[in-house]
């Protein structure tokens, strides 16, 4: 309570992002409030972008409601792009066709619409998969946004099972072959973060095609892949400690709740 007050007191925006940022790092219930109250009452759009992000950072009610009512504020277009991929991190499976439909947007740089493909990448759906899946080849989006498709396929795989991801992995290698150099890139990021089998040749490949300064990065990437796949029972641990720690952070607050009216 505290916070909120001094925040909603505080003159100075670089305060309120640098104490948005430190809320999400928190990972702690009581931030839940103070994300969603900020979230409601910003207007400073440098500030904006940096709260809808941190909104990201967990996986409550009261922050895909607060983010749903800031989209219908009609916010900056980076800051609506950060709501869109946070509100994808809510992972609701009601939220996949308003993201569809703002990955149509065309507006300034196709900001918003690599915003929404973003959340729909977080959101780990098939639905979403599928719909992402589908949108690859040359032509099917504006082309800024065809990196951000690539991510978020890799993203949204990494969200399901062995077929899904697959499937994926052989998507992605074929972009790597895409003659957008953005694109490219893009998909072997998301190559490694799958840690897909095989995929090391084609980045060792696309290492000799991009600028030098590529090269440090796709090098680690390679020496990712030759690291090896987290595997099923891993990827299933890593999902089961996402729900604990959300279980974790109903209860502090339902305890706090208790303390506070004895």
Known sequence: EAVREAMA??????????????????????????????????????????????????????????????????????AKASALTALGQ??????????????????????????????????GTTEAFEWLAGRLAYGELPEPNRPAAAQALGACAGRLERDARARAGDALVDLTRDPNSRVRMAAAGALAGLRTPGAAASLASL??????????KIQRWIDALAKGGPGEETRKLTDRCEKLEEQLRKMDARIQDLEARS
Do not use: C
Not at 59 to 69: M, T
């Open 9 to 78: 007191k505080e003159s100075f925006w670089g305060v309120r992002v640098a104490v948005a940022q430190l809320l999400a790092k928190s990972k702690r219930a009581e931030a839940i409030p103070v994300l969603a109250a900020m979230l409601a009452t910003e207007e400073e759009p440098k500030v904006m972008r940096y709260l809808a992000k941190a909104a990201g950072s967990m996986r409550h009610a009261s922050l895909r409601a607060a983010l749903l009512e800031f989209l219908k504020s009609d916010p900056p277009p980076a």
């Open 90 to 123: 809510q992972r609701d499976p009601a939220d996949f066709d308003l993201l569809v439909q703002a990955a149509g947007d065309g507006g300034i740089h196709h900001l918003v619409a690599s915003g929404a493909i973003g959340g729909l990448g977080q959101l």
């Open 207 to 216: 290492k000799t095609l991009q600028p030098n300064q590529d090269a440090p």
